[in-house]
Nanobody, 120 residues
Framework: VQLQASGGGLVQAGGSLRLSCTTS????????MGWYRQAPGKQRDLVAR?????????ANSVRGRFAISRGNAKAENTVYLQMTSLKPEDTAVYYC?????????????WGQGTLVTVSS
């Protein structure tokens, strides 16, 4: 499974960005997809996760500001992260992740990072 992430960039505090992550595999073979971020000198942390039955999980720091969603029928293999009210502390490299369970084995896939920079 390959993941292609895009949408990062430079934005002022209070602004918005939308990240996209497209999987090469059918979305129906994926159990969940999510976004993680890693700021310089810090560990990679979960930002948001979409369980492909519909439920979502958000980090406390982004709840109410970020929204993870799945694309429509024309983009069903794509998951989006809409980020609003961005803060300088949201600055990080954002990584797309997909989890797949096959015959009891867990597989985790990562996309290339996309840099989000929020200026004050």
């Amino acid at each position: 499974v390959q993941l292609q992430a895009s949408g990062g960039g430079l934005v002022q505090a209070g602004g918005s960005l939308r990240l996209s992550c497209t999987t090469s595999a059918s979305i129906h073979s994926i159990n969940s997809m999510g976004w993680y971020r890693q700021a310089p000198g810090k560990q990679r942390d979960l930002v948001a996760r979409l369980i492909l039955g519909g439920s979502t999980i958000y980090a406390n720091s982004v709840r109410g500001r970020f929204a993870i969603s799945r694309g429509n029928a024309k983009a069903e293999n794509t998951v989006y992260l809409q980020m609003t009210s961005l803060k300088p502390e949201d600055t990080a490299v954002y990584y797309c992740n997909a989890d797949q369970y096959l015959s009891g084995t867990h597989y985790a896939f990562w996309g290339q990072g996309t840099l989000v920079t929020v200026s004050s």
